[in-house]
């Protein structure tokens, strides 16, 4: 996984609450069996028309988000499906970081596993955000990860709140499987104990 | 899986669910090249890595959170994780289990761990008595009505109760299995007797003495009375109504007694949300949901594909006939489901009254597979998830028990199922 670096990007607004995971990839692109790819189906059923073409008026079409890096949304952002193609269609696209009043566990949970960084704010804080974000392509937000703060065009800034291990492994691009993997004796401990306690298991 | 072994492939199951037709035929050739494809990459590394697998030639293949409870996989106090959100089905048992991504899945297979932070716990206590017509379906749905479908993020729910006690094993994975909807990771609820009496004697469940040690550490699995919750919400199961949704949300539901509300009684980000969803459904505030006339029905899905919800559904349909037009199809959870239904001859009633009878799979809950919506085609449906989209582009869905999916394909509308028992 690439390394999480501090960036200034564009902002998408997306103040719809409750943005489920088959509005970000619907279910048929979820066949493959490939991570990578994806960008081109995010958001399908809203960014294209029935014939195929672009929808003029979704927000990511529009010429100043069309390379937004982040996404401003409404809460509960990500309900849903545990696919992760979801995040991987997010990513895919180019988008490194969402930020909203609230996330679905699963989605958030998979977000940190593929490099992008979700970001909790009160609604007060997502609502300025909002409004930065929606001055399109002139005004672009700060994101940095070792200091948690947003920072919006103006200069106001916002800190978040981040687990300190996920934010090491975004930042070190770590693959937690390998760091798992190091404490195989524990986990050999506990799978010989576990199994003495409940051999039915 | 980067040259990794899986750690533990005894106790690591896979069947092909999502994707797969649900129509004669799918063991010798899956017509669509991805599903086809998926599906053959699922039996070559379930083949590679020793994994336990059923695939769809096996009579006990189905939708997952069926067949693992079915075979004795789920037992109480595991843990239990899988790449599919509706995992919590299985906290019925009194498992903690919830669903995971797909990297996540990777490092269970790798490591049979998984790196996690405590969930906050929610205790949901339903008092009472449920009246006839209301279903666990209408627990669970009233009680997303209640939270919101964010109203659980970060917790755990435990449900308890007198209603809840009185559920079956099949009504009690009913209403875990749509903790997520109301978006909390997982739903559980502790083993009592029911519990131990549907897991004895499955394939794999423990056996002879190991069954005694079992049962002695399973009653043991149960919240005190004086602990700590971080969120309670209590309902009285006597004020629950047999319930639909109208909109795009789960948690847009209400009695089937009520109408479309209107986008301005709501508060917030939700008044467009509302209105977005009613245009999306093609419905206006003020409509009674009785009146609102359906195009075809859908009963299955992880959340009541069971055999009970056969039974419900039959129950109402037995003698009757779906009316003219009607679009209806049941797609029993897995194979041994399907096997029962016929030889308590639920199947016939339901191929008497016009439905289609198919083979096991999750079908039109999500469209991943042929049995999809057209744009603007409404379905009753008792799956779990009735977002833009989900049973296929510009569909419309209500979700509902398997009782009233059954009134409203013999009405043509959504229909108040105690009105025809």
Sequence with gaps: MDKFESFSGVAAPMPLVNIDTDMIIPKQFLKTIKRSGLGVNLFAEMRYLDDGSENPDFMLNTPAYRNAEIIVAGDNFGCGSSREHAPWAIKDFGIKCVIATSFADIFFNNCFKNGILPIVLPQEQVDVLMKDAEKGSNARLDIDLENQTVTTSEGESFAFEVDPFRKHCLLEGLDDIGLTLEKVTSIDGFEAQASQARPWV | ?421
């Excluded at chain 2, 977005?276 to 409509?287: H, N, P």
């Excluded at chain 2, 037009?325 to 041994?336: D, E, F, I, K, T």
């Design chain 2, 1 to 421: 899986m980067a040259g990794r072994q899986v750690r533990a492939p005894e106790k690591t199951i896979a069947v092909p669910d999502h994707n797969v037709p649900t129509t004669e035929g799918r063991d010798k050739v899956i017509e669509n090249e991805d599903s086809r494809i998926q599906v053959d990459a699922l039996d070559k590394n379930a083949r590679d890595f020793g994994i336990n697998y059923y695939p769809v030639s096996d009579v006990r293949q189905g939708i997952v959170h069926i067949v693992g409870p079915e075979q004795g996989w789920t037992l109480p106090g595991m843990t239990v994780v899988c790449g599919d959100s509706h995992t919590a089905t299985h906290g019925a048992f009194g498992a903690l289990a919830h669903g995971i991504g797909t990297s996540e899945v990777e490092h269970v297979l790798a490591t049979q761990t998984l790196i996690q932070s405590k969930s906050k716990n929610m205790k949901v206590e339903i008092t009472g008595k449920l009246a006839p017509g209301v279903t666990a379906k209408d627990i669970t749905l009233s009680v997303i009505g209640k939270t919101g479908t964010a109203g659980g993020t970060g917790y755990v729910i435990e449900y308890c109760g007198e209603a809840i006690r009185a559920l079956s094993m099949e009504g009690r994975m009913t209403v875990c299995n749509m903790a997520i909807e109301g978006g909390a990771r997982a739903g559980l609820i502790a083993p009592d007797q029911t519990t131990f009496d549907y897991v004895k004697g499955r394939p794999h469940a423990p056996k002879a003495a190991q069954w005694e040690a079992a049962m002695d550490w399973w009653k043991t699995l149960y919240s005190d009375d004086d602990a700590h919750w971080d969120k309670v919400i209590t309902i009285r199961g006597e004020d629950i109504a047999p319930v639909v949704t109208w909109g795009t949300s789960p948690e847009d539901v209400l009695p089937i007694t009520d109408v479309v509300p209107a986008p301005e009684a709501f508060k917030g980000g939700k008044v467009e949300a509302a209105k977005r969803a009613l245009d999306y459904m093609g419905l206006t505030a003020g409509t009674p949901l009785k009146d609102i006339k359906i195009d075809t029905v859908f009963i299955g899905s992880c959340t009541n594909g069971r055999i009970e919800d056969l039974r419900a559904a039959a129950a109402i349909l037995k003698g009757k006939k779906i009316k003219d037009g009607m679009r209806a199809m049941v797609v029993p959870g897995s194979g041994l489901v399907r096997a029962q239904a016929e030889e308590e001859g639920l199947a016939d009633i339901f191929k008497e009254a016009g439905f289609e009878w198919r083979l096991a799979g999750c079908s039109m809950c999500l469209a991943m597979n042929p049995d999809q919506l057209s744009p603007g085609e409404r379905c009753a449906a008792t799956s779990n998830r009735n977002f833009e989209g989900r049973q296929g582009k510009g569909g419309r869905t209500h979700l509902m028990s398997p009782a009233m999916a059954a009134a409203a394909a013999i009405t043509g509308h959504l229909t108040d199922v105690r009105e025809m028992m």
